[in-house]
């Protein structure tokens, strides 16, 4: 059931009133048609297992249209592989990639495994369309998925030409050569040492940029530094070079003291990692903000929108309005569902607390997406715990103090949010 903790807070009978007729009217009958078998019922689900693929496809495809006229709203998964009865319930990979597919669905869909669709592919009536690869949790390898066409939505190789012509975002080389050190301190030494690596590593986490560890003729940029030292003063410097044009695009000086170095080691190869990244997210979305929508690709969409993050509130209903053209390209990245959220906030940055509740509305909406789509999301917690849109109402029917503590909470969502946007370049695959 997609939306259940957030149905259960608005109205708690009418939502297990409505769950209990889903049950007895249509899934359980049906499942029952089809001969399978209801294994266990959750709060706000059921796992269920059948003889064949086929019927397991049939079932649920026919309990989506059923279930079209619920207020509620569900979405399945299915997989084909092994699994362990204990009497009382199954178990295995196989159970848990149903699980993680499910996750992925959208509201009324129907997602099935590569392994269910080679099967059933030429043997039902259905049209699919491939979803690509996913990487899901606890398990290894990537899970290849496809959707079960609804009637009126069409196969893939019949998308719109907007969709068609989606790309892979080009993938930015930045050159990270030794730290020069000037003089002959072991300290400093060790210090370059140990930041190369470390900013490398932060670079590279990335999914649209590639750090490597010298300059080989390849890099868009090179990012140099240099360190020395006086007594226990420490001055260290940071270069980025555009490898086109030999043009210094950026640059940082740090001023410290040699305390701890591992402290410092931390701190600066977080630090340069961090602004190396806003640097290039503000460059590439200057070349972009003056493309119309409708004639970029959803990478590049996403790429048109970070830019404005990085600026304030100024233009971000143009970023709004970027995110979701690349939503309705890519419904399933995680990025523009996340940046959704954070532009909303944006646009309320002077009032957070005046945020409407149909604009909360659709906070709760691609916060619950974003999270099924990735749970180890870099903001999960703070979402969750901080931002949830649930407890921001109950909040506005509280004291001034709670107000005050909600403030607080937004101010830290702010600040989690633009270090999230700067680590992560929206140029990234769903």
């Given at each position: 059931m997609v939306g259940y903790t957030r149905l259960m807070e608005r109205d708690t009978d009418g939502t297990v009133a409505a769950w209990k007729r889903a049950r007895?009217?249509?899934?359980?009958?049906?499942?029952?048609?089809?001969?399978?078998?209801?294994?266990?019922?959750?709060?706000?689900?059921?796992?269920?297992?059948?003889?064949?693929?086929?019927?397991?496809?049939?079932?649920?495809?026919?309990?989506?249209?059923?279930?079209?006229?619920?207020?509620?709203?569900?979405?399945?998964?299915?997989?084909?592989?092994?699994?362990?009865?204990?009497?009382?319930?199954?178990?295995?990979?196989?159970?848990?990639?149903?699980?993680?597919?499910?996750?992925?669905?959208?509201?009324?869909?129907?997602?099935?495994?590569?392994g269910v669709y080679d099967q059933v592919r030429n043997r039902v009536e259905h049209s699919f369309e491939d979803m690509g690869e996913h990487q899901v949790k606890h398990v290894s390898a990537p899970v290849r998925v496809y959707a079960i066409c609804s009637p009126e939505k069409p196969a893939e190789g019949e998308r719109p030409a907007a969709a068609a012509n989606e790309t892979p975002a080009k993938t930015t080389r930045i050159a990270v050569p030794p730290l020069q050190v000037v003089g002959d301190n072991d300290e400093v030494t060790a210090l370059a040492e140990g930041l190369r690596p470390g900013i490398i590593d932060g670079l590279a986490a990335a999914n649209a940029l590639t750090a490597t560890a010298s300059e080989d003729g390849k890099a868009d940029f090179v990012l140099q530094g240099s360190g020395r030292a006086v007594g226990q003063r420490l001055r260290l410097i940071f270069t980025l070079t555009d490898a086109a044009t030999a043009a210094q695009v950026w640059s940082q000086r740090y001023d410290r003291t040699l305390d701890d170095i591992f402290e410092l080691e931390d701190e600066i190869a977080q630090s340069v990692a961090y602004m190396v990244r806003v640097y290039l997210i503000k460059a590439t979305s200057d070349h972009l903000v003056d493309r119309d929508d409708a004639e970029l690709a959803w990478p590049d969409l996403l790429s048109k929108a970070a830019g404005f993050f990085t600026q304030g509130v100024a233009n971000i209903d143009v970023a709004r309005a970027a995110v979701a053209a690349a939503l309705e390209q890519a419904p399933h990245s995680t990025m523009a569902h996340a940046m959704t959220i954070a532009a909303i906030f944006r646009q309320a940055e002077l009032s957070p607390l005046a945020i409407p509740p149909s604009e909360l509305e659709k906070i709760d909406h691609h916060l619950e997406r974003v999270l099924s789509l990735d749970g180890a999301a870099y903001f999960e917690h703070l979402a969750r715990i901080r931002f949830n849109p649930g407890r921001i109402l109950r909040q506005r029917r509280s004291s001034r103090i709670r107000w005050a503590w909600l403030s607080r909470s937004l101010r830290r969502w702010r600040s989690t949010v633009h270090q999230w946007f700067s680590r992560r370049p929206f140029a990234a695959t769903p």
């Open positions: 007895g009217e249509d899934i359980d009958p049906l499942i029952d048609a089809h001969s399978g078998r209801i294994v266990k019922h959750t709060g706000d689900g059921f796992l269920a297992e059948f003889p064949t693929v086929r019927d397991a496809v049939d079932c649920a495809v026919a309990m989506q249209a059923r279930l079209a006229s619920s207020p509620l709203d569900f979405r399945m998964g299915i997989n084909l592989g092994d699994i362990i009865d204990d009497g009382e319930d199954i178990h295995g990979e196989g159970v848990n990639v149903a699980a993680r597919i499910e996750a992925l669905a959208e509201p009324g869909a129907v997602y099935v495994s590569g």
